[in-house]
């Protein structure tokens, strides 16, 4: 299937009269990791809320998954999986309620439910761990196991929100490889990061700053084309030329 | 004289050990930096020196005075900046430095040469509301109020964290002036590549510190080879290393994959051995480490 | 400017940057003293009266012109005694008063013959509250002229004769809208600054422990002293409440409470970490034994005998009882001494226990 699973148009979204998205345009194909950089304040999260149908364009227009961001949010939601830092389990409930509840949530059956946590599971290596309360868990082996929930229902995408913030390296890296791994099964992944060598591990990246992407190519091409050793460069390059502080 | 002296710290809530028998001590003028992941007890250990929270085990100074008896003294002395974002959203960038001043007894006027570089560049936005800054600017505003009664001590909880690369990069370049002032300081994050910009680190992971030294002799003093590797597919490299027996622990580290061997490598050979594998535009060289590498390998050690 | 001073420029700052929360504090008290005041009142007012009355002498017409000339009561026309049952359930009166035979003959008898005028009320029931003080009021209309020589309906309605149920009301709103306002903002308001941070900061920092908590109630103090302000004026010029006793007495006792209020707020917010756990110790903590225990809804004799110490503890039960009296019975402060000084005495107590428990460390 060459049809990319994101399409974006000339999207804007405006706030009174701030502009937190300005006119952005850009393809994700499918299986690719695309990250999506930016500075604080440089309109990725409202970007993002749009994709996941959270929030509506104030003009342009995207498809995600098929599904027009304007006028089929509910269809985006049944067809993404989403995780952010901030929220992503019940602290309350242990790691098989907490799949349990979102393979619910999107509606998979019975036998579907328990093969896919069994599966994520085992990928996991977590099976013994499957009736700790979350909230005994590390940061580390919460955020693997919010992945595990965002893919359960297996979305043709994900979008990840700052994933790895506060986590130990070696924990970043396994987490890495969950994304890796579903990717190299066919699921897009959508990511934000602070950390800039986390950017190293995208097929492509788009860099945002003051509501416009600057740049958008393979990190190992971006590298080239600012003639910079680091993506870490190439992002303070362009995070230097924002003119807005809010 | 060491401005901050740590011995043996011990604090538990309930029976989570948050921090496991720290030691250490930064000298007057120091920069001073702890490193290290969320759970790491980073947080415990600035409200045990900020006279928060008292220790289970353990004794710390701080300018001399002792964190449980002399508390007061030390409340007079140190600047403190929480890991949360510890201003009025509701007031304006200005009501809140004015208020901290008063709080302290001072005016913004009297230290002004020292919060000048850093106040200058808010200054344009004096009226706009604390909440409504940019992450950059909101960090900025809270270094001016911690700092506005001159504080021969600054303790700084994780003040880049959340913060982009830009800013986290501007932050510390105000830090290393206020090191010119002469301003000891402390400060902790969990971005292992800030740590170059202290004098002095401990990395530290779930309560206990891992080791303690400058930035550059932790690298130096790395005694395991370390290889970068790289390809078209890196996934598949990933997983071609591990299928070789004994090369020891692979690590995927941006553009290439870090390899933590056993012993010296024949490039080649290995380069050979991942080509049969169908791993294709291989490179593989040996690297220095970074302040990473050494994090994960005490990590490995414990 | 000092610190205190500042202090308390910032906490006002909160309240005014907040102009929502801000409006609704001021507000409450006005509504709802025109919703009891005025929507939800029991009193006696526009009540249908039919009269049987078979012989209709001097005394009958005069207590009949009574009734037409009350504004209270409508007369609805004489009746048969065989009418009664059907009059009443068809809503065409709800009260029929029922004079006997020989009314103006008795009445007109020495005070201590043994032959007694009787007057007997059948009333529609169904609201038991309008009922029942239509019953003692109408006793009151029909018998004013005999009173002197009658012992038969000798009922005493001394303080509030109209029985107008606001009346009641205020003192009961005074104590629960006080206590909500000022223990509510200023445990919520305390706890905020735990939950972001800040606290870890002010605590850090050489000020006072006592300064920060004064600095937090002075704000509340003065918006409840505005609130008690606005319900005074709406007790007097809306309500028409007289106040006989002076208002002096009602001011000083409330500012006390007021005080007793704020102590309360400290106290929760020594023990709530979060807003929301502040505001449902509040919520539960203090409406309901206030709503329960302190006789603004029940009197508390009324209330089990396993419960009534239970309100002696419910500061509201003193205070809305010091009120009731000097408000309505016009008493001097002097005359509710008592309820005074258990207000002081828990006050000392809450302020004492809440500024022992606000310590300067996080645990």
């Known amino acids: 299937m060459n049809e990319p699973i994101i399409h974006v148009e000339n999207l804007c979204k405006k706030f009174d009269d701030f502009t937190a998205v300005n006119q952005i345009s850009f393809d994700v194909s499918r299986g690719e990791i695309f990250g999506f950089l930016g500075a604080n304040g440089a309109g990725k999260t409202t970007a993002m809320r749009m994709l996941c149908g959270l929030s509506f364009p104030t003009s342009g227009m995207g498809t995600v998954a098929g599904f027009n961001i304007r006028t089929e949010g509910e269809k985006i939601k049944s067809h993404i999986g989403y995780m952010s830092q901030r929220f992503s389990l019940y602290d309350d409930l242990t790691v098989f309620e907490n799949m349990k509840l979102y393979a619910g949530i999107y509606g998979l059956s019975r036998q579907q439910t328990l093969q896919s946590i069994d599966e994520k599971l085992e990928q996991l290596q977590f099976a013994s761990e499957k009736n700790t309360l979350v909230g005994a868990l590390p940061l580390g082996w919460k955020q693997k196991v919010a992945f595990s929930v965002a893919t359960l229902h297996r979305p043709e995408i994900v979008f990840l929100d700052e994933p790895t913030g506060g986590v130990d390296p070696i924990t970043r890296r396994q987490f890495w490889e969950l994304i890796y791994n579903a990717a190299a099964n066919g699921t897009t992944i959508f990511v934000t990061t602070h950390y800039m060598d986390e950017a190293e591990y995208c097929s492509r990246v788009s860099i945002m700053v003051d509501g416009k992407i600057e740049a958008l190519d393979s990190p190992k091409k971006l590298k080239e084309q600012f003639s910079v050793q680091s993506m870490d460069e190439v992002f303070r390059t362009l995070a230097r030329r924002a003119k807005r502080t809010e | 004289m060491n401005m901050i002296e740590v011995n043996g710290l011990t604090k538990r809530y309930g029976n989570v050990l948050a921090l496991s028998a720290v030691s250490f001590s930064v000298a007057e003028g120091e920069l001073f930096g702890l490193i290290g992941p969320d759970g790491a007890g980073k947080t415990t250990l600035f409200r045990l020196l900020a006279t928060l929270l008292n220790a289970d085990e353990g004794t710390a100074t701080v300018n001399g005075f002792d964190v449980v008896k002399d508390y007061k003294s030390i409340r007079n002395c140190v600047g403190y900046m929480p890991g949360k974002f510890s201003l009025y959203p509701d007031l304006s960038v200005k009501e809140n430095v004015d208020f901290f001043a008063a709080l302290f007894g001072v005016t913004l006027e009297e230290n002004y040469d020292l919060i000048a570089p850093i106040y200058k560049q808010i200054e344009p936005f004096k009226d706009r509301r604390a909440g409504k800054l940019s992450g950059g600017m909101k960090q900025k505003l809270a270094l001016c109020c911690a700092l506005i009664h001159k504080p021969k001590v600054l303790f700084l909880d994780e003040p880049t964290t959340g913060v982009d690369a830009v800013s986290r990069s501007e932050f510390w370049d105000m830090l290393s002036n206020l090191k010119q002032k002469g301003i000891t300081m402390l400060v902790s994050t969990p971005y292992m590549d800030e740590a170059s910009r202290c004098d002095r680190i401990a990395l530290c992971n779930e309560g206990k510190i891992l080791c303690i030294d400058a930035p550059a002799n932790l690298t130096k003093n790395f005694d395991t080879p370390l290889y970068a590797l790289a390809a078209d597919d890196m996934f598949a490299l990933l997983n071609a290393v591990r299928s070789i027996p004994n090369m020891g622990d692979v690590y995927p580290f941006g553009e290439f994959h870090h390899l933590f061997s056993h012993s010296e490598l024949d490039c080649g050979k290995v380069s050979d051995e991942l080509s049969k594998k169908g791993c294709n535009n291989l490179t593989i060289k040996k690297i220095e480490p970074t302040i990473e590498d050494v994090f994960i390998k005490l990590m490995n050690n414990e | ?363």
């Open chain 3, 1 to 363: 400017m000092n610190g205190f001073a500042s202090f308390v420029k910032k906490e006002t700052l909160h309240i005014f940057r907040d102009f929502r929360t801000m409006m609704i504090v001021l507000l409450i008290p006005i509504v709802l003293m025109v919703l009891f005041g005025f929507a939800i009142s029991t009193e006696v007012n526009n009540v249908d009266v039919a009269v049987v009355a078979p012989n209709r002498g001097d005394e009958v017409s005069k207590a009949v012109s009574r009734l037409q000339h009350n504004p209270y009561f409508t007369f609805k026309g004489f009746i048969n005694a065989d009418e009664i049952d059907h009059t009443l359930r068809s809503g065409n009166a709800m009260a029929v008063a029922v004079f006997d035979n020989d009314f103006n003959k008795k009445s007109a008898l020495a005070k201590d013959a043994k032959a007694k005028p009787t007057v007997q009320i059948v009333l529609d029931a169904a609201d038991v509250n309008t009922a029942s003080s239509s019953a003692i009021y109408l006793q009151s209309v029909l018998t004013e002229n005999a009173m002197s020589k009658q012992t038969l309906f000798n009922t005493h309605l001394l303080y509030n004769p109209q029985l107008k149920s606001a009346y009641n009301f205020v003192p009961g709103i005074m104590g629960l809208i006080f206590i909500l306002i000022c223990a509510m903002m200023t445990s919520v308001s305390i706890v905020r600054e735990k939950e972001s941070g800040t606290m870890e900061v002010l605590l850090v920092s050489p000020v006072k422990p006592i300064h920060i908590i004064f600095a937090k109630m002075i704000p509340y103090f003065l918006m409840s002293s505005f609130n008690l302000l606005t319900i005074l004026l709406l007790a007097k010029y809306l309500l028409d409440i007289p106040m006989i006793g002076g208002i002096s007495g009602i001011v000083i006792i409330s500012l006390l409470y007021l005080i007793l209020s704020l102590s309360f707020g400290l106290l929760i917010s020594t023990l709530a970490d979060k807003q929301f756990t502040a505001l449902l110790i509040s919520a539960v903590v203090m409406m309901v034994p206030i709503m329960m225990f302190s006789g603004m809804l029940f009197p508390i004799e009324n209330l089990p005998l396993v419960l009534r110490p239970v309100s002696a503890i419910v500061p509201a039960r003193w205070y809305i009882d010091a009120v009731r009296k000097m408000m309505i019975e016009g008493l001097p402060l002097m005359a509710v001494a008592n309820d005074f000084l258990i207000l002081l005495g828990m006050t000392v107590v809450l302020l004492g226990v809440s500024l022992k428990k606000f310590n300067d460390k996080l645990e």
